[in-house]
């Protein structure tokens, strides 16, 4: 496959950007591309040999290894599945055999997650980015039915008369949050949209979208920043409150809970071509980008965008990668001025996290650096994270094949 080289000489930031490259550090796709994949060879190597029950979740700050930190491949552990992503999404690139088989040993070792009882809203995280890659590059009609099988076990966490699913169940009595809803479970739907495109129950397309209604007219501030989580009363069915429990304050904007709007509203669209979606993926992705520009240095944004230290405040790489890779497929939907302005903005996204600033290069095995996973509980900051890497290598796919 032949990528275009994207030269940042010749792209022009419009509108807000404040960051811009040295000419000495000219972005390609094609070079990032392959970097990536020797990272992936490089991380392949030192996993060896495979113990496909523990996936790679992160690569701490003073760690004096360079290799991923390994966790159980478990309902628990939410970021089992972007390993196995960006294996199915390598080999896309290059057909190698070895990573063939790290890809369908990795994804395999998920696969009783589809049949468990629902732990949490998660499955969407570890089964479609998993077996959903995979499928897209083998079309294994035996993934097919295992995504449409955890579409199904997603299913009986919706409640009908709040309107949306249960995100962690764990959380009922401990927060006496009665019904839970956080933003990062926007981007499990893209699984159940699937599904009832792809032999699953079509009444999975229906909650689905009842989510995301139901989500966008309680989650959201009248600006169109998010809350982390959304609190419903089960008897009622009524939205009690908006609090965080990964960002600074309740108020906040959490740089990553934003990005989920983002990629999620966008997904919505591209499965309902409800214009209300499409506005609304507008809304949030605008008040991102002024936020964005009022607050970082650069185009990575601090992990909460609020957070009082200002500059100084970690960043989240995770979730610039994120918005880049969102920011590529609305560009398409909204078209015009606005959309080469936001695809100028995911050009800028990638060229950012391009650079040595970012890129882990020869010091470990990541694609990327400074993430911020937990900031309240002092979990995983400043750290290279699994589903930073996974995001930048979609964003700059999409970009390539563009």
Known sequence: ??????????????????????????????????????????????????????????????????GWNLREAKAEEWCSG?????????????????????????????????????????????????????????????????????????????????????????????????????????????MMFWSAANGGNRLLYDMAVTHAKTTMLNHFRPDGSCYHVAVYDTLSGNFIKGVTHQGYADWSMWARGQSWAIYGY???????????????????????????????????????????????????ASAACVVASALLELSEYVGGSQGEYYRQQAISMLECLSTDKYQSRDRNVAFLMHSTGHHPAGSEIDASIIYADYYYLEALLRLARK
């Not at 960051?19 to 970097?35: G, M």
């Not at 994949?37 to 523990?54: D, G, H, I, T």
Request: hydrophobic share 35%.
């Open 266 to 316: 966008t997904m919505v669209y591209r499965w309902t071509r409800m214009p209300v979606f499409l506005d609304f993926a507008r809304k949030v992705t605008d008040v991102y980008l002024r936020r964005l520009h009022d607050t970082s240095d650069d185009m990575v944004p601090k992990w909460d965008m609020d957070d009082p230290r200002g500059k100084d405040a970690p960043k989240d």
């Open 82 to 190: 972007f390993w196995p992503g960006i294996l199915w999404m390598t080999y896309s690139i290059d057909k190698d055999p070895e990573i063939l088989k790290a890809a369908k040993g990795y994804t395999q070792s998920l696969r009783d997650l589809a049949y468990r009882p629902a732990y949490d809203h998660d499955l969407g995280f570890l089964m479609f980015c998993s077996y959903g890659k995979g499928y897209e590059v083998t079309h294994d009609a035996t993934y097919r039915d295992i995504i449409n099988a955890t579409s199904d076990t997603l299913a009986t966490l919706f409640n009908p008369l709040v309107g949306t699913i249960l995100s962690w169940p764990r959380e009922v009595e401990p927060n006496n949050w009665p019904h839970n809803t956080i933003m990062d479970n926007m981007i499990n739907l893209d």
């Open 1 to 66: 496959m032949i990528f275009r080289l994207i030269s940042t000489v010749s792209i022009i930031l419009v509108m807000s950007t404040n960051w811009t490259v040295s000419a000495k550090e000219e972005f390609s796709v094609d070079r990032e591309l392959s970097y990536c994949r020797s990272q992936v060879k490089k991380a392949l190597k030192e996993l060896r040999p495979y113990n496909f029950n523990m996936q790679p979740r992160n690569i701490l700050q003073g760690d004096k290894q360079k």
